[in-house]
T-cell receptor, first 113, second 115 residues
Framework: GESVGLHLPTLSVQEGDNSIINCAYS??????FIWYKQESGKGPQFIID?????DKRQGQRVTVLLNKTVKHLSLQIAATQPGDSAVYFC????????????FGIGTKLQVIP | KAGVTQTPRYLIKTRGQQVTLSCSPI?????VSWYQQTPGQGLQFLFE???????NKGNFPGRFSGRQFSNSRSEMNVSTLELGDSALYLC??????????????FGQGTRLTVV
């Protein structure tokens, strides 16, 4: 079956530094990936997405990199701020548009002031 | 534009009871997905409905069921509750038609505690 997992459960970063959160997926059929941010007591919030025909996509302070060869994606957060402290999930979705999204366990990002 | 609304926010039930959770998607969204979130398992897909039809189902027992109404609002039901059903149940809506993968918007979730 499909699984999406994260390499590190917790990441501590100094305020102002860059953060890199990694994610591996197992299903080659996954062709749409999303990064979500979940703050305590809230539902996941969309950060950025990327389709399999791209290897990089940039947003505001965030960049997602996709390496289909090794089935790996990463989320880079520039100039990490205290408000970035949250759990980050990567999610993979197969072709077909159906919302059978598979999430990784999540990485907790702790920003040290 | 209102976001995804889930009710109730918190619920306490005893073992053996059944529970119904409600989700109102973003206006215009026809796809509604349900997820169970626990500390040990993360987010687990339950099922997805599109235009009142269940399109996908995760690996959960038959005690977990759902439905979608003509206005796209969705309910999920869990019968014969077990302690292990305690979790945050999240609903997500999206435009997703049959061919396009699109972003899902999540509600705040319903925190279910089974005692």
């Amino acid at each position: 079956g499909e699984s999406v997992g994260l390499h590190l459960p917790t990441l501590s970063v100094q305020e102002g530094d860059n953060s890199i959160i990694n994610c591996a997926y197992s299903n080659s059929a996954s062709d749409y990936f999303i990064w979500y941010k979940q703050e305590s007591g809230k539902g996941p919030q969309f950060i950025i997405d990327i389709r399999s025909n791209m290897d990089k996509r940039q947003g505001q302070r965030v960049t997602v990199l996709l390496n289909k060869t090794v089935k790996h994606l990463s989320l880079q957060i520039a100039a990490t701020q205290p408000g970035d402290s949250a759990v980050y999930f990567c999610a993979g979705q197969p072709t077909g548009g159906y919302q059978k999204v598979t999430f990784g366990i999540g990485t907790k990002l702790q920003v040290i002031p | 534009k209102a976001g995804v609304t889930q009710t109730p926010r918190y619920l306490i039930k005893t073992r053996g009871q059944q529970v119904t959770l409600s989700c109102s998607p973003i206006s215009g969204h026809r796809s509604v997905s349900w997820y169970q979130q626990t500390p040990g398992q993360g987010l687990q897909f339950l099922f997805e409905y599109f235009s009142e039809t269940q399109r996908n189902k995760g690996n959960f027992p038959g005690r977990f069921s759902g439905r979608q109404f003509s206005n796209s609002r969705s309910e999920m039901n869990v019968s014969t509750l077990e302690l292990g059903d305690s979790a945050l149940y999240l609903c997500a809506s999206s435009l997703a038609d049959s061919q396009t993968n699109t972003e899902a918007f999540f509600g705040q979730g319903t925190r279910l505690t089974v005692v």
